[in-house]
């Protein structure tokens, strides 16, 4: 007989019996369950983060012996959640997912001091500063926990940021008493999620620690190449039929005016399309009088010569004028020549 048969078949007091039949309840009351750990929480914070979580969730303690049996009794999977009773921990139950199950109690907790014995949930740091204390012999204890304290000015300061105890080690009592004094608060206290089943399935605390914003980013993106890719393969789903729809509809536009096809969607197309082409046309004709008259202002009109150009052609004009001089001068000495060797004879 396996050990949750045991169980079962045990003969327990009413009392035990009236708790199962209310843990199993409870069980089977919420969507999700979980186990969570409440070591180390002082029961006023302990009540206060119960009154947090009304409306949205529900802690339920109890031995742990009695919810292990109506874990088992309820069955369905939820016996899997036996695994994570140990120590200090409570039932917690809702209607909402995992996921924001577990964002909802890591946003609850709150700082909280550290004692002596207990382990470092991270590395512990006295910050630079004034500590606010009056000289005296607290400055030997923060040199004695490893911090790098001085007098000055008439009171106790930490001159640089001073590294005391690693993640996982042990507090001592001096270091206690020194985080004490200086109201540093070094470990967080909540509710500690170790485990929730919900709709058939285990979640840990590692699976349901996402980072929302990433995870939506990655969503998106999938989204966008999926569609990208069924829009490119022409395959019709009711997301992309749109776009599908808005694609044919320009591709079928751009071989209609590529072929010049008349038709009344795309008519004012066409029509811009041939008064470019003639406008074009008209601009490589020189003659702006050889034109019609609506087409005269496509021919642009000649630039105004520039003072160099100017410049240039009165040279030109004068270097012709000389040329005509040279040309009748050589005339006449041709003329006079001939009637000089004509007088010879």
Known sequence: M????????????????????????????????????????PS???????????????VRMSRNTLVNRALDEVQSGFETLTDYISGQVAL??????????????EASKTPAPINAGETAPNDIVIPEGDTGVDPGPFVGELQQVGASARIMDGSIKVTEDSKVLETGEVVSEELAGVLSELGIEPKEVGLDLRGVFSEGVLFKPDELAIDVDEYRADI????????????????????????????????????????????????????????????????????E??????LRGAVAPSAPATEEEESTDEN??????????????????????????????
């Open 44 to 58: 006023r914070q302990l009540q206060a983060m119960r009154r947090e979580l009304h409306g949205s969730a529900e």
């Open 316 to 345: 030109a004009e004068e270097a012709d004028e000389a040329d005509a001089d040279d040309d009748a001068d050589d005339e006449d000495g041709d003329d006079e020549a001939g009637d000089a060797l004509g007088s010879l004879f």
């Open 289 to 294: 009088e050889a034109l019609p008259e609506e």
């Open 220 to 287: 998106q993106s999938a989204v966008a190449a999926a569609t990208n890719l069924s829009v490119n393969a022409v395959y019709p789903t009711t997301q992309n039929a749109p776009t599908l729809i808005a694609k044919a509809t320009s591709e079928a536009k751009a071989v209609g005016l590529f072929a010049n096809i008349e038709s009344p969607d795309f008519m004012p197309e066409l029509v811009a399309k041939a008064d470019a082409q003639i406008r074009a046309l008209a601009a490589q004709i020189d003659d």
């Open 2 to 41: 396996s050990e949750s048969e045991a169980r079962r078949t045990e003969v327990i007091p009413q009392w035990k019996r009236e708790e199962v039949d209310a843990l199993v309840d409870f069980i089977e009351g919420y969507e999700s369950v979980g186990v969570v750990g409440v070591a180390g929480i």
């Open 92 to 105: 917690i139950g809702t209607n909402d997912n995992p996921f924001a199950l577990y964002k909802e109690l």
